[in-house]
């Protein structure tokens, strides 16, 4: 994952993943906060959709940055037919650390 996160509280970036049918980078979009007192917030996503491989699929990361470290749970959505809806979204959790 690339992201860069600017003052005013937008995040953008490159994502890659290493599981599913994705290939390739991927756009990450999304916000943080900053408060000196009481930590850092974000929450990004990454649409999985790219014209050579359509999943019609995202994914949204909601979480805290701890030191080098943002720990995340994350929350999967493909489309599905209405009647297959209750199996629509997977949740779990990540956690990233810097590397540079």
Known sequence: MEMHAT?????????QTAVG?????????GRHTCNANDG??????VAWDKPTRP??????????LRGNEIHTSWLLTTFMKPED????VRVGKDTFKKTT
């Open 7 to 15: 003052g005013d509280g937008n995040i953008t970036g490159k994502y």
């Open 40 to 45: 850092t917030t974000v929450a990004f996503s």
């Open 55 to 64: 999943t019609n699929s995202t994914t949204a990361w909601s979480g805290t």
């Open 85 to 88: 809806e209750w199996s629509s």
């Open 21 to 29: 049918r994705a290939d390739g980078q991927y756009e990450l979009l």
